[in-house]
């Protein structure tokens, strides 16, 4: 079927429950856009899990913070949109924020917990805007199933809780990173990097790899293995780090010392760009 394409969240909701009725089972991935071949992968997989491929394009406006300018986020509709079709996409959702958002709207889905740390720390507010604009479009569309990166843990980790925590009836699914052939994690954030920039932000994936190798030879102690992503980093003459930590992959706890699989997450400024990344450590 061609992609269909809808703005409205009441013509979307009864579209869906159409779709239910019939027995088909839907598949979404949520986005904000500009689409790259990471956001691709995630629709491959939907249109091989499901019967129905849902995706959504909505710039939220709640997840960004008051130091960060949402006029500038990269944003090509079209471009989205042909990928979409490329994928074997069915509806593309595509709501307005005046209407998503509209005058005197005033409720909020907080997960204390993992909301904390990492990211949560350096972008007050930022997962309470994710957990609510995630729950509105789940209330909308209805998917048996939902499929986000890995790049965004502490995201996926959140939406876990979230869809748990609220008896969602929704199964979702964590995708790994995809990357570009030389290491850097795909990014819509990536477009804004000059060519001199995006080889100095090289230096995160090395400093996973780097920390990966120290634990296969042994390496345990985290202050140690921060260390050394620290002086790959800094290699990087314009690599700012916002924050490099260890971490429980579940429960997102601080980790001193290595006993099992343990998240390695970073976010580091290059140039005027933060970039986040992560790998989980094997032992």
Known sequence: ?????IADAREMRVRMEDLRRDGRKIVFVPTMGYLHQGHVSLLEEGRRRGDVLVLSIFVNPTQFGPSEDLSKYPRDMDGDLAKARGA??????????????PPGYQTWVQVRELSQGLCGDKRPGHFDGVASVVAKLFHVVNPHAAIFGEKDFQQLAVIKRMVKDLDFDIEIVGMPTVREADGLAMSSRNAYLSPEERQQALTLSRALERAQALVKAGERDAGKLLEAARAEIASAPDARIDYLELRDPDSLHLVPTLSGPTLFAMAVFVGKTRLIDNRVLRV
């Open 1 to 5: 079927m061609p992609l269909e394409i």
């Open 88 to 101: 074997g996409t069915d509806f593309a959702f595509t709501p307005h924020a005046s209407t998503f958002y």
